[in-house]
């Protein structure tokens, strides 16, 4: 019977580097099905072992821990059996060196928790591509240990990801890094056979995302993009006030893998957002309610469209003043629109240059990707979510509910719609 002083852990060779301490910066990026994460956190657990070492880990957007890397070096400290790792809630502690793993996110609100962090030996920054300049530039200076080191896996987004940007087309001389693909893993027989399927089906079918889920190439946007991908970033890193009402918008889920989102912007400005699966309609007001503080007064705008019909009902008998969204609905300029949620797009696109968005990879590729063509009639129609989703791209929820909100909503018809609503509404609710 193999004892744990036995154990064999395995990493690639490709990642050998992840050991050698001359290196302020390692930098390992490519597509899905790489190793990428596995191995940093099987050499973090055997460097912590090794010696006494302080290892933060984090990401741009960390919500709670749930989102952290502590779920994956658990499952490998229970694989290997290695029982000198004791877990809290929010650590992992090796009993017999004293090293410990941290987790933080690195997204504003938390990044002065970053900042009070003292004596880090070791960052992991994971899901790289989405962190900023700005928190870049706190987390260099916060790993100030001598010898302490900087670890960075990601997928590109962009050729200007501020991480690739910095560190592989510019890096320090003290930086190296390595593009890794599925082929390591296929190299080592160690890449699923549900990833290889998933691989071939995108090799045959769409040869853009193919590229970026698995080569690690950044995204191709399309010339009949709806929404520029510059314009977008542009946005994420833009800071405008806060001036005008509270409007919120609501894209409800149709499907067991659609997601329901909440958006809310003041003025020009995204405040906030949330995503919710699986929900009953009542368990979705309830969460809407306490998402918009309960206030009545506010423009709230959701898609009526299937099963978001229920959460308009409710949320009228409710008290709410509610705007129903139907994508279907006719355009307010007839003459450039077919429908009311081609112009929609295109009104985000135009409106693009004074809005504030929050800096989201899942957003960034949802509003980029969409595409549009001219139909038979000239107008600017926005492809269906079909044929999105057919494109091997999951649902736009985020897109919708971000577009929902900011959007001109639908003048013709409506007003004689609401108040009908309305009134049968009150009626019914009425003992």
């Keep these: 019977m193999k004892t744990e002083a036995q154990t064999i852990v395995k990493i690639p060779s490709e990642f050998r580097e992840l050991f050698n301490v001359r290196w302020r910066n390692l930098i390992f990026y490519g597509g899905r099905g790489s190793t990428k994460s596995h191995s940093v956190a099987r050499a973090l657990i055997l460097r912590a072992r090794r010696e006494r070492k302080r290892i933060l880990c984090t990401r741009e ?20 059996g290695f029982s000198d790792f004791i877990a809290t809630n929010t650590s992992i502690i090796n009993t017999i ?13 938390t990044s002065q928790s970053i900042k009070s962090l003292e004596g880090i030996d070791i960052a992991w920054v994971e899901e790289a591509q989405t962190i900023t300049e700005d928190s870049l530039e706190i987390l260099s200076p916060t790993v100030r240990n001598e010898g302490s080191q900087l670890i960075f896996t990601f997928n590109r987004l962009t050729e200007l990801d501020p991480v690739y940007v910095k560190y592989v087309l510019k890096p320090p001389e003290d930086t190296y ?30 040869t853009g995302l193919f590229a970026h889920k698995w080569l690690g190439e950044p995204i191709n946007q399309a010339e009949m993009s ?6 977008i970033l542009d946005a994420m890193k833009r800071q405008v006030e806060s001036d005008g009402g509270e409007v919120f918008g609501v894209d409800v889920a149709r499907m067991g893998s659609d997601r329901t989102v909440f958006w809310k912007r003041k003025g ?17 007001c309830d969460s809407l309610e306490q998402f918009m503080d309960f206030n009545k007064e506010a423009e709230l705008r959701i898609d009526d469209t299937g099963v978001g019909g229920g959460v308009t009902d409710e949320m009228i008998k409710r008290g709410y003043n509610v705007i129903a969204i139907n994508f279907g609905a006719v355009a307010n300029d007839v003459d450039k629109y ?25 957003l960034l590729m949802e509003l980029s990707t969409r595409q549009w063509k001219q139909d038979n009639k000239e107008k600017r129609r926005v492809e269906s979510k079909d044929d999105y989703k057919k494109r091997g791209f999951r649902s736009p929820d985020l897109a919708d509910a971000c577009i929902i909100c900011y959007s001109e ?14 009134t049968q509404l009150k009626a019914e609710s009425t003992p």
């Design 268 to 284: 020009l400005k995204t405040i906030k957002f949330e995503v919710h699966s699986k929900l009953r309609t009542t368990q979705v």
């Design 409 to 422: 909503p639908p003048r013709v018809g409506f007003l004689e719609w609401a108040k009908t609503k309305t």
């Design 61 to 80: 957007f960390q919500n709670s821990i749930d989102d952290s890397s502590m779920q994956l070096l658990k499952d490998i400290i229970q694989l290997y």
């Design 97 to 109: 060196t004293g090293s410990s793993f941290v987790f933080k996110g690195l997204r504003k609100g």
């Design 177 to 206: 890094s390595r593009l890794v693909n599925f082929d390591v893993a296929q190299k080592y027989g160690i890449f699923p056979e549900v990833l290889r399927k998933e691989m071939e089906y995108d090799r045959e079918h769409n």
């Design 226 to 231: 709806v929404i520029p991908r510059d314009g």
């Design 338 to 362: 077919p429908n009311w949620i081609s112009e929609a797009w295109f009104h985000l696109a135009d409106i693009l240059p004074q809005i504030e968005l929050p800096f989201s990879s899942d």
